[in-house]
């Protein structure tokens, strides 16, 4: 069987949690819980007849104190890098996270996600910024972990990206 | 017995441990005798030390350093101490002993249990598993080395060894509550599959694993979920120690649970803070939108308003219908004109407050001539003054000069001295004086009026006022006026201040700065 970790990259309280919880569990919970170090779920998906375990590396949020280390991404056959559509800095730290994680995984696949659809009337995430990271190549998608938009798409989307890499 | 040990290098060997050793000792082969001194260093031993040791010991050495598994054991808590069962290698199990004698010094006897083991080990196996559902592996009893022990300190050991890790000891309770397989010692583990995590650490652990020196090396912290669903954060430490790997992983402690604590705090504060920001970006575009209105709606009221003054102006004028009304028909007509004329200063102001909020409007700083200010208030307020017969005094020194915008200071000084005429009785005195002296250059507005307290003028100049009071002869305002005088003042970077006590009349004072 096929074995490939994935890494969930992003500033704190962006909803990489909610968005694993939403994708192995089906569950989502209202209630902000910081994550401390890492959890690591996994998932088997089916994939254009390929049975694959996700192996899912839930890092916690980077901020001012707490700095990811470049050794949780060894051995990342991709990455989610995820930001908050309602707080426009988190699309700064997953820039700069993207730039450690290109050189860490020599370039594995990953997609960007833009979480929080659900609170569109707080969106500062503007259409030109999502615009400017597509055209540079980036693979965007705009997520809900609590209204389950796009979520299993994200992550399946990916793990085809990470099983075309081989 | 005694024959034997007399042929060995311990001499002499006294009289309690040789009973000590007749009688307590089976006959077992393989018996090894360590004697230290008090401070647990090695004087003499005796016995086959290549069954259970790699080299030879040496005099003057550390016992613990010579055998780890011995580490904190000597001195004995208890003596005798006797432990049974221990494994010290991967394929040898013993029996320890260790005495204490009458001279300070400590004997450690070790015999070789590795048969009687081998022969117990499936019955005791059985027996447990049947009792214990198979949890535990029995064997692995309280006292196999020191860090086989450790799970009695909530903490899991493996040996590792090329690639392989073999757990030792037993697991501690924690690792029953995370619901992982059960774990044998006989079999190597396949750590990273039940801890996907150590991946990673492993590569910063083999640096520590393959040098020259004793060392050990701290991971990250990740997280497991017990079966109830609680949270359980685990850290790991790779140890080398004697020529030997060695991986730890232990819960964390209370005082990380209450650092983590901290951090979800620090973490909740900062996104309030920044929801606190959206909602004060939205509430100044809402204010904005607010000032907008207002500031449209009062400019486009002024022509209606200032038609139906022109209009009762026009009919307070026209002697072939004033003669025909009575005198309370021409006071009505007249009080109309005067409700329109303070309704029209109403509207002034709210349009030059909601201009002022919405910072539509430029200082011009230029040379100001100070006397044409004091004409142009003067004529604003001399008929109402007169009304109330008060005095007006100014005073100008010639070498005056200021630098200023004069419309809004002109409206700035117009409000103050309105205000003045409105709190001052009857016969009373409203001074407007352009001062340059030791203290600065400044203007004061200076009336005999009614005065306040303190608290009144702590909140004189907090913009717009719902309750504003009375004047002397009951004239009544808009509540804009000082908070428009506060804008412009502040505009030109100049300072307001007040004083005043109820009853003994008010100084408010423009302090120029810059100019």
Redesign the interface.
Known sequence: MIKKKITMLGA??VGKTSLVQRFVNSIFSEK?????????D?KLVKIDDHLVTL?L?DLY?E?D??KV?S??L??SSGYLLVADG??AKTLEVAISLQKMAREVTQNAPFIFIINKTDLND?W?IDTEAIDKLRKSGWEVLLTSAKENFRVEEAFDKLTKMMLQQK | MTEIINKGRINPLIDPVIEYVLNNIPPYMGLFVMQTDAEGLLKNWFGPWEKYFKNSPVAGQIIDDYAPFLFGMVPPLVVPMVLSHVQINDKTYVEIHILADEDGSFWVIILDQTRQTGLMHPIVQRFYNSRLKGKKDPTDSSAKNTLAALYLLDFMTFNKSKNAYKMMGNTPDWYSDIGKVHLRNDKAVDLKELFPYLEVFEYEAEETWSGDQDGKVLSGIWEETKSTGEKLYLQAYAIRYDRRNYLLIKPLSQQSALSSEFVQKAREQELTLDRLAVTKKKLKQLLDFKDQFVSIISHDLRSPMGAVIGLTELLLADNSLTTKLDAGQLELLGDIRDEMYRLLDYNDKLYHWSNLELGNFRIVKKPIDASKLISYVKKMHLPKMNDKNIRFETALPASFRMQGDETLLGQALNNLVGNAVKFTPEGGTISLLFKDDKQGKRIEVKDTGMGMDQESCDKLFNGFKRHTSMGTKGERGTGLGLGIVKKIIDAHNFNITVESQPGAGSVFRIQITGS
């Open positions: 704190f309280a902000y819980q910081t994550t401390i170090g890492v959890k690591i996994q192996m590396w949020g901020d104190f707490l280390k050794s949780y060894m051995g309602t707080r707080l500062e």
